[in-house]
């Protein structure tokens, strides 16, 4: 079983930047494919970005591309989404996920809201 909390969201203008980290369980987070998901009210879950087991390869949806940065640190069961140029379009529940033994497990996610 793992467990992720996700943390960093809130309130920000346009244009502005958040960091969320998603912190892991377990013993064997450098074996964890990681991604970040989005919902924003009345939509389906989109997928954010992802990165590969031991720092491996990173993807991002073209929405933002050139935005956002997907990172980990392994040493502290670490996932984070680093966004910048937040536009109202980027408010959404953001949600971690990690993909491991063939098993998808999610975290509760964090609000971000883009707004004046």
């Known amino acids: 079983q793992v467990q992720l909390v996700e943390s960093g969201g809130g309130l920000v203008q346009p244009g502005g930047s958040l960091r969320l980290s998603c912190t892991a369980s377990?013993?064997?987070?450098?074996?964890?494919?990681m991604r970040w998901y989005r919902q924003a009210p009345g939509k389906e879950r989109e997928f954010v970005a992802s990165?590969?087991?031991?720092?491996?390869?990173?993807s991002y949806a073209d929405s933002v591309k050139g935005r956002f940065t997907i990172s980990r640190d392994d040493a502290k069961n670490t996932v984070y989404l680093q966004m910048n140029k937040l536009g109202p379009e980027d408010t959404a529940h953001y949600y971690c996920?990690?993909?491991?033994?063939?098993?998808?497990?999610w975290g509760q996610g964090t609000q971000v809201t883009v707004s004046t």
């Open positions: 996920c990690a993909l491991f033994a063939l098993t998808s497990y």
């Open positions: 377990g013993r064997t987070f450098s074996s964890y494919d």
């Open positions: 990165i590969r087991e031991r720092g491996g390869s990173s």
